[in-house]
């Protein structure tokens, strides 16, 4: 095999693995922009760092649009020089980050993927180490690369590609994610999540003790817990056990006892007004969030608001939008990753999640009718995507570029073998 035709091979693999890495991270990130600056905000202050929510999720957007369209452009072989170095540089600076991450361990997973696929720190660190030897081979010979399109339409592959994710991902921060890939997705049942099964396996620890200045360690069964001769000094986790999705989920009313059972068992219709921080909540819909409270009463629903936010802050609340629901407190982590909207309206029965609404989209009066009748009339629950939602997002994206090669091939590439041809 001539070495020419071995190093193009290689070289046009690593193009293909990046660019789909590449593609796949940015969009399951794009999917949910802010559990990516959420993760960000992780980062930062594992680093002793805070800037805010706003540069969080200015730098989420940002950095989810780059990926991808660096993703795009591998893929394409658009840029090749610059788009191999870009890919290099972003390998260059994740590879020892994560190496960082997998030694200390001050997140428990990068975010790399979203929430769509969590791997371990160290799992991580060697897929980096994968895509940066890839990386580094793709950019020493990336003029063996064959582009998708000529320089003519490289600008606007790249610009395309760019703002389109922009755009995916400001969609999806305005409205609920286009796929949920968290425990709490339309049709999960909270109390199922949380069961362990009776056979599933338990922590498994080695226990260190002390005698005549020498330390040794047993398993549970052999530890000399009833001899004095030993000195117990630690006990060390060798083994996770079963870790179910919802370890511990609380809703607390105003004498501090956790409701959350006595939602779940209820036959009816439960409503609930998500915000995790009350001081830093949208009022733009408040008149829908009335009404759907209104409506509740009339029909005799249970409706609260459930925050993380302080008494304070829900006084505050309460005197601004003149809300008459009572509220329930609960930690603010749990609430971002019930819904990602800052408020947002949650339907439940019997612990199952019937749907979900960002501010932007909670129902008016007679759809929450049409909508609630529903449920009531068909207790089967569906955990699916909207496919067609999907088909137009792909269609937004690769149409234009499909288009745009025809265009490439017809006018600039054949022309120029044509001339070539005659010359």
């Known amino acids: 095999m001539p070495k020419r035709f071995l190093i193009k091979t290689i070289a046009e693999c690593c193009r293909v693995l990046l660019g789909v890495t590449f593609i796949f ?21 594992s680093f002793g760092m805070g800037y805010g929510e706003w540069f969080e999720l200015l730098l989420s957007f940002n950095m989810i649009a780059v990926e991808f369209m660096l993703g795009v452009c591998m893929l394409t072989a658009v840029y090749r020089k610059l788009a191999t170095l870009g890919v290099l540089i972003f390998m260059s600076f994740m590879t020892p980050l994560t190496l960082y991450l997998a030694v200390f361990n001050p997140v428990p997973d990068c975010g790399c993927f979203g929430d769509a696929w969590i791997i371990t720190n160290w799992q991580t660190f060697c897929k980096n180490l994968v895509l940066l030897a890839a990386a580094i081979f793709a950019w020493m010979y990336y003029k063996q690369l064959t582009s998708f399109y000529t320089y003519r339409s490289y600008w606007f592959v790249g610009l395309f590609s760019y703002l389109f994710c922009l ?36 922590d498994e620890y080695v226990f ?16 000399p817990a009833d001899d004095s001769t030993w000195t117990y000094v630690d006990a060390r986790l060798v083994k996770p056990g079963f870790v179910p999705k919802v370890s511990s989920f609380g809703l607390f009313n105003e004498q501090g006892e956790n409701v959350a ?41 249970t409706f609260y608001g459930v925050t993380g936010s302080s008494d304070g802050h829900i006084a505050e609340w309460v005197k601004h ?17 019930i819904i990602r909207s800052n ?9 199952t999640i019937l749907a979900k609404w960002h501010h932007n989209d909670i129902p008016g009066e007679d759809e929450l009718d049409t909508v609630i009748n529903g449920y009531l ?34 006018r600039n590439r054949r022309y120029r073998g044509i001339k070539n041809t005659y010359n």
């Open 321 to 337: 939008t003149g809300a008459d629901y009572p509220f329930l407190t609960a930690d603010e982590v749990l609430l971002k990753t």
């Open 167 to 202: 755009g995916f991902c400001y969609w999806n921060y305005n409205h609920l994610p286009i796929t949920d890939f968290r425990p709490y997705k339309v049709g999960a049942n909270i109390p199922e999540l949380m069961e362990i099964p009776p056979d599933a396996p338990q």
């Open 343 to 351: 408020p947002g309206m949650v339907l439940l029965r019997e612990g």
């Open 208 to 223: 260190i003790y002390e005698k005549n200045g020498e330390t040794k360690e047993f398993k549970l069964e052999d530890a």
């Open 25 to 45: 991270s940015g969009t399951v990130k794009a999917i949910d922009p802010m559990g990516t600056a959420i993760k960000i905000g992780e980062y930062l202050a």
């Open 377 to 410: 009339n068909d207790k089967r629950m569906e955990n699916r995507t909207d496919h067609n939602l999907w088909l137009s997002v792909i269609a937004a994206f690769v149409l234009p570029l499909l288009l745009v090669w025809i265009y490439d091939y017809l």
């Open 261 to 301: 059972d006595e939602l779940f068992t209820r036959s009816g219709i439960v409503m609930l007004l998500v915000a995790h921080r009350l001081e830093e909540a949208s009022n733009e819909h408040i008149d829908e969030i009335n009404h759907a409270y209104d409506y509740a009463m009339e029909h005799k629903l």
